[in-house]
């Protein structure tokens, strides 16, 4: 999460420089463009290493290696991966191909690391509250959680980059073509609780809530 919220900062640090360094407008654009995607593309790499890291393969039995590949086909649809098991190093690779690029990973057999999502001592990381709300629509909150370590503007432009990753998945791709809305409460509703996580965000309700206005009570008065 640290090396995640250094490379926002320097997305926000070009934003700012890049107009000022190069005066063509257009140009500025297409640099911070090929800067955003090679670091999306880095963060998807390692996001997808976490998970596998993460992902239980109790043996390389062909049940086993089964479940594996049915699991990742959840997330990124059928005909998308392949796993190769390794009896010599007692793990599996898996192959995942998606519009964004092909994923390669490694599972190994056995043990699977205690916490994925934890700092480099492998504690939990601690979330504080996020709430957010639209510009459209003020008066309804959606009350998110966000990793402590990462500060609001960092997790606004985190939970950005969330949504439009999700839309751009299969699982994204396959809501639109069904016609749903690419709305952010569709996007709440619908976006898998480990994508948030792994964007250093934490989903507590699904649905916004109307903002209430609380009213102090008059005391009374002692006779």
Not at 2 to 24: C, F, G, H, T, Y
Not at 25 to 38: G, M, R
Not at 39 to 66: N, Q
């Amino acid at each position: 999460m640290r090396k995640q919220n250094q490379e926002l900062l320097l997305l926000n640090l070009l934003k700012s420089v890049l107009p000022k360094a190069v005066p063509d407008a257009k140009l500025a654009q297409i640099i911070y463009s090929a800067f955003e995607k090679e670091i999306t593309s880095k963060e998807r790499t390692a996001s997808f290493e976490k998970v596998c890291a993460k992902t239980e393969l109790p043996s390389l039995s062909k049940d086993a290696l089964e479940q594996v590949k049915e699991q990742f086909e959840t997330s990124f649809g059928k005909g998308t991966v392949s796993v190769v098991p390794h009896p010599g190093k007692k793990a599996a690779s898996v192959e995942v191909v998606t519009p964004q690029g092909t994923f390669e990973g490694v599972i190994k057999v056995g043990a699977v690391e205690a916490n994925g999502e934890g700092d480099e001592n492998g504690d939990k990381p601690k979330f504080v509250p996020f709430p957010v709300a639209l510009e459209a629509d003020p008066e309804v909150i959606w009350m998110l959680g966000r990793d402590e370590r990462m500060t609001p503007d960092d997790a606004t432009i985190a939970l950005a980059k969330a949504q439009d990753g999700f839309w751009e998945s299969k699982s994204g791709q396959q809501h639109l073509r069904k016609r749903t809305e690419r709305t952010f409460p569709e996007f709440m509703s619908k976006v898998p609780s480990k994508a948030l996580t792994e964007a250093g965000l934490k989903r507590h309700y699904k649905e916004g809530e109307p903002l209430k206005q609380f009213k102090l009570l008059k005391a009374r008065r002692q006779e």
